[in-house]
T-cell receptor, first 113, second 117 residues
């Protein structure tokens, strides 16, 4: 069965600084990978996804993520964080005949002015 | 992207009563809908998957007689928490997927905060 680990519960950055949120997955074959963002009291919005092809994926709101098979990672990055990026971020993996994503526990992003 | 709504956004009820939560896909036909439960500072836990016109498939450990799911149309699914107790208090999120491909994007509703007194 697939699983996802987001090792950081909280990440604090200053506005304008760069950001990297970590995600490691466990799955035997090539997984389908996702990053979602959840604002307080809201549902989840898809930021980007990786199914195949170019391992560097561009998403909405200036986010990107890189699939690294050798490290079983799919880290989310943004070169310059805005205060409105403060939210909960979830990494998810799908595969193995299951077409339902398995979510990590989430990383809370705090942005200081 | 497509829009999924949930109603109500918040509900407070007394222990022993039943609560119904609606999930609607506003601008697309949802062939599959999903219900999740989210505890504070934790991930989403899938409760059940439902296809329009079929019985829901519940995840292991989820009581189907307690969490009744109905997906009667391509735009509406309901979750009824029967005989609710304080331990059922949680944030419930639905999502919907259209089309016939399992790789189609899931669109999430804004969630419903249930508090059982």
């Amino acid at each position: 069965a697939q699983s996802v680990t987001q090792p950081d519960i909280h990440i604090t950055v200053s506005e304008g600084a760069s950001l990297e949120l970590r995600c490691n997955y466990s799955y035997g074959a090539t997984p389908y990978l996702f990053w979602y963002v959840q604002s307080p009291g809201q549902g989840l919005q898809l930021l980007l996804k990786y199914f195949s092809g170019d391992t560097l994926v561009q998403g909405i709101k200036g986010f990107e993520a890189e699939f690294k098979r050798s490290q079983s990672s799919f880290n989310l990055r943004k070169p310059s964080v805005h205060w409105s990026d403060a939210a909960e971020y979830f990494c998810a993996v799908m595969g193995g005949g299951s077409y339902i994503p398995t979510f990590g526990r989430g990383t809370s992003l705090i942005v200081h002015p | 992207g497509a829009v999924v709504s949930q109603h109500p956004s918040r509900v407070i009820c007394k222990s022993g009563t039943s609560v119904k939560i609606e999930c609607r896909s506003l601008d697309f036909q949802a062939t599959t809908m999903f219900w999740y439960r989210q505890f504070p500072k934790q991930s989403l836990m899938l409760m059940a998957t439902s296809n329009e016109g079929s019985k829901a498939t519940y995840e292991q450990g989820v009581e189907k007689d307690k969490f009744l799911i109905n997906h009667a149309s391509l735009t509406l699914s309901t979750l009824t928490v029967t005989s609710a107790h304080p331990e059922d208090s949680s944030f419930y999120i639905c999502s919907a997927r259209g089309g016939t491909s399992e790789y189609n994007e899931q669109f999430f509703g804004p969630g419903t905060r249930l508090t059982v007194l």
